[in-house]
Nanobody, 124 residues
Framework: QVQLVESGGGLVQAGGSLRLSCAAS????????MGWFRQAPGKERDFVAA????????YYADSVKGRFTISRDNAKNTVFLQMNSLRPEDTAVYYC?????????????????WGQGTQVTVSS
């Protein structure tokens, strides 16, 4: 399995931006589709964005479309989540995840490697 470590979380005012990074080690990063999920206090973990192995196809939750962008650099074994126009409702712990499957990437059961999460807090 690939090991994943997120970074880049923090406290930001509404309307601001953050860029999350997820560094992978272990098995070949390019063999994994990658996703970002988030979990707010007292709520279930929700899909945010995903990207296929070669980076050619991306998926987004409706709530973040047009504001968030997922990308990957396979040479650096890293996936990114650029978050713009942040809102208080984006406050959550954000998790990076890796999937051997290149399909059903909006479903967290498709993922077999998870990071520890990074906290994002958006103040109003």
């Amino acid at each position: 399995q690939v090991q994943l470590v997120e970074s880049g979380g923090g406290l930001v005012q509404a309307g601001g931006s953050l860029r999350l990074s997820c560094a992978a080690s272990g098995r070949t990063f390019g063999s994994y589709a990658m996703g970002w999920f988030r979990q707010a206090p007292g709520k279930e973990r929700d899909f945010v964005a995903a990207i296929r192995r070669n980076g050619g196809t991306t998926y987004y939750a409706d709530s973040v479309k047009g504001r968030f962008t997922i990308s990957r650099d396979n040479a650096k074994n890293t996936v990114f989540l650029q978050m713009n126009s942040l809102r208080p409702e984006d406050t959550a712990v954000y998790y990076c995840a890796g999937s051997f499957s290149n399909y059903c990437l909006t479903d967290d059961s498709s993922y077999n490697s998870w990071g520890q999460g990074t906290q994002v807090t958006v103040s109003s």
